[in-house]
């Protein structure tokens, strides 16, 4: 009976107008994951090439990069469409990734800054809507 009220306490605690867009965003970011991915496995199997290369073709810093975004990205899609604790994670570390390839090593991948303000401004939007959580769920402790 303990665990029935923990769980319902939870739940409460989890409902609010800044929850459900932390919900929607993620989602929203897994959906544009997928079809990101679906760009990198075009690339990779040759129905588009990038930048007029085929992958076998390619550097293989790009040859590297493709391979592992195939998988990260539809992992961390998975991950975050489902709300689970790893998904943030990958995501996390799919943006590290890119940030990386398209700020830290511009010499070698060029610079794609659609890339950069899609994953900064879902990351500020993110921490932002996590701080409005927080202070909700402080707000309804204090009135309940």
């Known amino acids: 009976m303990v665990i029935l009220e923990i769980s319902l306490q939870r739940n409460q605690a989890k409902s609010g107008l800044a929850n459900l867009l932390l919900v929607v ?7 544009f994951f997928l079809i990101f ?12 090439p990038a930048n007029g290369q085929a ?3 390619m550097a293989t ?9 195939s998988v990260a990205l539809p992992t961390a899609a998975i991950g975050l469409w489902g709300l689970f604790s790893w998904g943030t994670l990958s995501w996390l570390a799919v943006i590290a990734i890119e940030l990386t390839m398209f700020l830290g090593m511009s010499d070698q991948f060029g610079t794609d800054h659609q890339v950069v303000l ?3 401004t879902c990351l500020a939007v993110y921490f932002a ?3 409005f959580s927080k202070a909700q769920s402080r707000k309804a402790q204090k009135a309940g």
């Open 61 to 69: 810093h790009w040859q590297v990069a493709s391979v592992v975004l």
């Open 55 to 57: 992958f076998d073709t």
């Open 129 to 131: 809507l996590k701080l």
């Open 118 to 120: 899609f994953h900064l």
């Open 25 to 31: 965003l993620r989602r929203m970011i897994a959906a």
């Open 37 to 48: 991915t679906i760009f990198y496995w075009a690339r990779i199997v040759g129905i588009y």
